[in-house]
């Protein structure tokens, strides 16, 4: 009964576009939904980078190997999934942690099936965090670990220090901006981790926290995001 007075007054809508739906059960409109691009199932083995490299891995993880074992995301940072990220992390709507926790739960299954279980979201700085007023990895990284069953403590992984946004940066800029910007807890050690953000790009911030991660004492990190952006052309 309370479940349905809620739809009433707060009826399912498109994490996309915010339309209403017919009914529960689905993330987007019909719309949306056949505009949703999933990520092409040729990729980079490490970094989940699209396309056909020789010996299945990018130049970018060839050049570089990066500190985590994996990195995998469900959907292309395209169209509703890319629209979705955008409302949930800057157009203050943190309720969306909820639907896209769920989301990722049922496309990433075959990913998690092996991944670590303890998750660790990919933190802001604490001044962002007090403009924001909420961390939208950490609410994706709990409404995740709620349909898991695992844990995703608060607290474990630490950035030091605000650095700028990456959007506009140049890759080498990218991975200056986020050096030695995190430190892990020593809580850690010997624990295999499953750090989780909303949009993978270059991978320069997830190298970043990886390292972190590892010098505390981790035994392996995984990277796991909602969306992937194209970025190796």
Not at 15 to 25: E, N, Q, R, S, T
Not at 37 to 48: F, K, Q, S
Not at 68 to 84: K, T
Request: glycine share 6%; hydrophobic share 45%.
């Amino acid at each position: 009964m309370l479940r349905a007075l809620l739809d009433v007054l707060y009826p399912p809508a498109c994490i996309a576009c915010a339309k209403v739906l017919p009914g529960p059960g689905a993330f987007f409109c019909e719309p949306c939904d056949t505009a949703v691009e999933r990520l092409p199932p040729v990729c980079c083995r490490t970094c989940a980078e699209p396309g056909p490299f020789p010996a299945g891995m990018c130049p970018r993880c060839r050049a570089s190997p990066p500190p985590f074992s994996r990195a995998w995301a469900p959907f292309a940072h395209e169209g509703p999934v890319a629209r979705a990220v955008h409302r949930f992390k800057y157009e203050d709507h943190p309720e969306l942690a909820a639907p896209l926790g769920e989301l990722l739960a049922a496309e990433a299954q075959s990913f998690l099936t092996r991944a670590p279980r303890l998750i660790v979201a990919l933190p802001l700085h604490t001044r962002r965090y007090h403009a924001r007023k909420y961390d939208q990895a950490q609410l994706l990284a709990g409404a995740l670990a709620k349909h898991l069953g695992v844990r995703a403590p608060v607290g474990l992984l630490t950035r030091t220090r605000e650095t700028q946004r990456q959007v506009g940066l140049t890759e080498a800029e990218r991975a200056d901006n986020v050096a030695d910007a995190f430190v892990a807890s020593d809580d850690l050690a010997g624990h295999d981790v499953l750090l989780l953000d909303d949009v993978f790009t270059t991978g320069a911030t997830a190298r970043a926290a990886a390292t972190a991660l590892l010098h505390a004492g981790a035994t392996r990190v995984e990277v796991l995001t909602l969306a992937r952006a194209f970025t190796v052309t």
